[in-house]
């Protein structure tokens, strides 16, 4: 079973920047990714970023537009999402997600973490 705890979100001003954390217990890293999604109110939830396990290649949904980075630190079993140039657009809660697949909807998740608000002011 696959455990994931986010942490790092929070309240910043537009312009600013985040970074986001996610750290993994169980057999996650036997799994094939692993990202985020986010969801802001009223909104469906939707695809930010994933980070292949095995190479390291990592997907970004458009809007990213490299503002956010993903990233891992295997000795830790953690992944980051840092965030800059932050939007009031970008204001959601993120989730950490464990995919199972190549498939980076979120039929394709195996595991959620309970999710990091974050808040971005104009």
């Known amino acids: 079973q696959v455990q994931l705890v986010e942490s790092g979100g929070g309240l910043v001003q537009a312009g600013g920047s985040l970074q986001l954390s996610c750290a993994a217990s169980g057999r996650v890293y036997g799994g094939y990714a692993m990202g985020w999604f986010r969801q802001a109110p009223g909104k469906e939830r939707e695809f930010v970023t994933a980070?292949?396990?095995?190479?390291?290649?990592?997907y970004q949904a458009e809007f990213v537009k490299d503002r956010f980075t993903i990233s891992r630190d295997d000795a830790k079993n953690t992944i980051y999402l840092q965030m800059n140039d932050l939007k009031p657009e970008d204001t959601a809660r993120y989730y950490c997600?464990?995919?199972?697949?190549?498939?980076?909807?979120?039929?394709?998740?195996?595991?959620w973490g309970q999710g990091t608000q974050v808040s971005v002011s104009s």
């Open positions: 980070i292949i396990i095995s190479g390291g290649g990592t």
């Open positions: 997600a464990a995919f199972r697949s190549a498939y980076f909807g979120v039929a394709g998740v195996e595991a």
